[in-house]
């Protein structure tokens, strides 16, 4: 399996802390700075202090949490903290195909219904990739693992 890194530019889990028992909802869409048919305006979990207060993104998305195998808190490869995230088969090659067919457009990461960021998909991936950037400390980066995990098991940082 061929991996990639999706690079984030990431304050975010401020608000997973404060979650209820029941983990965020978690979805993947591609997204648009512009309306688009079938498009939504969806707010930023935290707007840009430059920058719009919401994305465009598919009304349907294209991952959820349902299709997540593992989610696992691991340092990137240069050592900042970051989040393994590992499709189930199925949807690894429907990552595949989608990343193939989307390369260029924005793909947003999606919190319950709001965006935390909407990177711009560089290559194509699929069942295994990370999620990492330079504003994510280690507490976050576990707190989204355990969000995103399917297991009800969590553990400590």
């Known amino acids: ?12 889990v401020a608000p997973l802390a404060c979650r209820a028992e029941a983990p965020p909802v978690f979805a993947l869409a591609l997204a648009s700075d512009t309306p688009q048919e079938g498009y939504q305006p969806t707010p930023f ?6 920058g719009p207060n919401e994305i465009y993104v598919e009304s349907k998305p294209r991952f959820t949490s349902a299709d997540i195998e593992s ?6 490869q240069q050592g900042l903290p970051s989040v393994a995230v590992t499709l189930t088969e ?12 989307a390369t260029g457009q924005r793909m947003a990461v999606i919190i319950n219904g709001k965006v935390l960021t909407a990177p711009v998909i560089h290559g194509s991936f699929g ?3 990370y999620v990492s950037g330079g504003n994510m400390s280690r507490e976050e980066a576990h707190e989204l693992a ?3 995990s399917p ?3 969590k553990s400590s940082p």
């Open 1 to 12: 399996m061929r991996t990639l890194y999706l690079i984030l530019s990431l304050s975010l």
């Open 71 to 76: 989610a696992q808190h691991v340092p990137d």
């Open 151 to 153: 297991t009800s098991t």
């Open 90 to 101: 199925k949807a690894g090659q429907r990552m595949l195909a989608l990343t193939k067919q």
């Open 146 to 148: 355990n969000a995103l």
């Open 45 to 50: 979990l935290h707007p840009p202090k430059d």
């Open 127 to 129: 069942q295994s990739f």
